[in-house]
């Protein structure tokens, strides 16, 4: 059992802090309009951020200067976001300010995580901001801000059943109270509070919980560095095509760096050596090789971001991957040069390199929310420019508009100054819709032409499937008519009719086969991705003369999304007839209008001998 060592003034500051905080966050769900938006979003992150500040660091030093380094802390914070707030437009009615409002907390409250551990460390020990207090600080902090939802949650779940319980005897004062907003949080941030004041009177267990977290990040840790190194060792063989056509490239790449990074600093642990020294040659080396190859990852990552970058320009998002590469790729230099000094020693020559990189992050994640620099502000300037260049295909407009924030509303209106460039760059009529557009859902910029189903034919629908008619011969017009049928139901398919960019998409599949034995050809369409990739258009060929032709919809189930080595191989069957229709052993039964339809596979095998069951296994 651990000594308490936290007198009651200490824990008053705690708990004050976590109530703090609730009323920041009670503030969010009363703004109202015709009040100072920018204003009262500043204000909820100086109460969030001084109240969090104060408990997060309550239980060291005297009072006088918690509540200082909360101030210094929180005049920061609350500075940083009225600025922001009014550079994007958080006073008006945008659509893009909840996008803006949901990156700046991101980014904020990731360097809020590193700058609160250099506060602690510093109120501890003085300048010197020794890395293993750092460290432990940091692991500290992650588990203080986890728990306390595990309990917060099972408090609020046992009060819910006292009111279900007193309720059955009309007693309704805790529904009463649930039901006051101010109330629910209030007291969350109290119980929040009230379980960082536990976890810091016990030592022991926050030292056991942040090394088992370590011990099973060392463990998941290795699946990943195994994964790296397979992926060095394949990719010459395997080639770059793949890999420069992939979507997810850039994606990829960096979060595999920000990972494994992650996990091999559980080996690096406080900087002082000891989880490394007990770690055997093998995982070292498994290791080692794998944070070596992390600078590799971040250039590929950096370059297939740049292709996705010139094919379809900047965005917010795109704008803020830029300073997470930059950090990604400045840290696994830093790792691989310490690899290269010291070879497997590394782990214990990192401490500089890891305080560097929270240096780095901080300044890039606050610096970005300053307003000439913001992610809105510099991809509304970088679409501006394209579209006044010519450089866009088909440039965004509506996103321009609705999803830059007052930045895109303010580059949007620019375009109105010179609308004779953008007749010349034949952006004239995409631009008129946005113009037109009074939200980002009932209208977009890009140039989609309706289907005009009607007037389609073969021709046009060579551009929607690739058909494998086998031996059938069927007149022209239910050939044109059975894809019309399914491109109708397939979003897929039907937005190969259209004038939508549908490029690296493929054709869909259409294969003609008899399906129900009546001499007759059923139209099966596959579409690489839908919620129902496959479906039947049958044709009714027993309507009265005279009577139009009808056709009908079935989904084929089985399967929900292809992969590339399904959809190839569906190809190549389709091309050669490697297929064969099998028709089911049981009809259906109808009974009142149900259809009952039997299984495609026994649950039960049940065995008879002399009218006795000798016999009865479920199957696997």
């Known amino acids: ?37 920018d204003l009262v979003f500043a204000s909820i992150i100086a109460l969030f951020y001084f109240g969090k500040t104060m408990m997060l660091t309550g239980h060291i030093g005297p009072i006088s200067k918690v509540v200082s380094v909360s101030a210094a802390i929180t005049a920061l914070f609350t500075l940083l976001a009225y600025q922001y707030a009014v550079h994007v437009g958080y006073n008006a009615e945008l659509t893009g300010r909840s996008d803006a409002i949901f990156d700046f907390i991101i980014a904020v409250h990731t360097a809020y995580f590193l700058i609160i551990a250099a506060a602690q460390t510093w109120m501890e020990e003085g300048k010197s901001l020794p890395y293993s207090r750092l460290f432990e600080n940091v692991w500290n902090n992650l588990i203080i801000s986890v728990f306390p939802f595990i309990f917060i949650g099972l ?37 929040f509070g009230l379980t960082v004041i536990y976890l810091r009177d016990h030592d022991k267990f926050m030292g056991l919980s942040r090394r088992f977290v370590l011990a099973m990040a060392r463990i998941v840790g290795l699946v990943l560095c195994t994964a790296a190194i397979v992926f060095v060792l394949y ?9 420069w056509a992939s979507h ?62 010139g094919e379809y320009g900047l965005t917010p998002d795109r704008v803020l991957a830029y300073p997470v590469f930059g950090v ?37 994640a606050l610096g970005f929310q300053l307003a000439p620099f913001t992610a809105f502000n510099t991809a509304a300037k970088s679409q501006y420019n394209a579209i006044m260049a010519g450089e866009i295909k088909e440039p965004d407009f509506h996103a321009l508009k609705f999803r830059m924030a007052a930045p895109g509303r303010e580059y949007f209106g620019r375009l109105a100054e010179d609308t004779e460039t953008l007749k010349a760059h034949g952006y004239s009529q995409a631009y008129e819709r946005a113009v037109t557009a009074t939200s980002w859902w009932n209208s977009s910029s890009r140039p989609v032409t309706p289907v005009d189903w009607d007037g389609l034919t073969l021709d046009a629908m060579q551009h929607a499937y690739k058909i494998y008619a086998g031996e059938f011969e069927i007149s022209d017009e239910d050939l044109l008519n059975g894809q019309v049928a399914l491109a109708k139901n397939m979003s897929n398919c039907r937005g190969k009719l259209t004038t939508v960019d549908t490029s690296g998409q493929e054709k869909c599949l259409l294969l003609l086969t008899d399906l129900n034995g009546d001499g007759y050809p059923e139209f099966v369409g596959f579409s690489r991705r839908y919620s129902s990739p496959t479906q039947i258009a049958y ?6 003369e005279g009577s139009a032709a009808k056709w009908d919809i079935y989904n084929l189930s089985g399967k929900n999304y292809f992969t590339d080595d399904e959809w190839k191989a569906l190809k190549e069957a389709l091309e050669t007839g490697d297929f064969k229709v099998k028709f089911p052993m049981f009809k259906n039964i109808m009974i009142d209008g149900k259809t009952y339809v039997a299984s495609t596979k026994s649950s039960v095998s049940v065995e008879f001998k002399d009218g006795k ?3 009865s296994d479920d199957e696997e």
Do not use: C
């Open 248 to 309: 997810v490239a850039a994606a990829v790449m960096l979060t595999v760096v920000i990972v494994t990074g992650i996990y091999a600093n559980a080996y690096v642990a406080d900087g002082e050596g000891e989880s490394w020294r007990d770690v055997g040659d093998l995982r070292k080396w498994l290791v080692t090789a794998a944070v070596a190859a992390l600078s590799l990852f971040a250039v590929l990552g950096l370059w297939a971001f740049k292709i996705r970058i």
């Open 539 to 544: 044709k009714t060929v027993d309507v009265a």
């Open 1 to 37: 059992m651990t000594r308490a060592y936290m007198n009651g003034e200490r824990q008053a500051i705690i708990v004050l802090g976590g109530i703090i905080s609730g009323l920041g966050l009670y503030i969010t769900t009363r703004s109202k309009t015709g009040v100072d938006l």
């Open 328 to 364: 990604a790729l400045v840290g696994a230099l830093g790792y691989l040069a310490q690899i290269i000094r010291f070879r497997l020693g590394w782990a214990q020559h990192v401490s500089g390199v890891n305080k560097g990189i929270a240096a780095l992050i901080v300044v890039t």
């Open 155 to 191: 408090f609020f779940g046992a009060l819910y059943l006292a009111h279900m319980l007193l309720s059955l005897v009309d007693i309704t004062f805790i529904e009463d109270l649930l039901e006051e907003a101010w109330f629910s949080f209030m007291l969350a941030g109290f119980l």
């Open 613 to 615: 069951i000798v016999e």
């Open 235 to 243: 990719l010459p063989i395997a080639g770059f095509d793949k890999f």
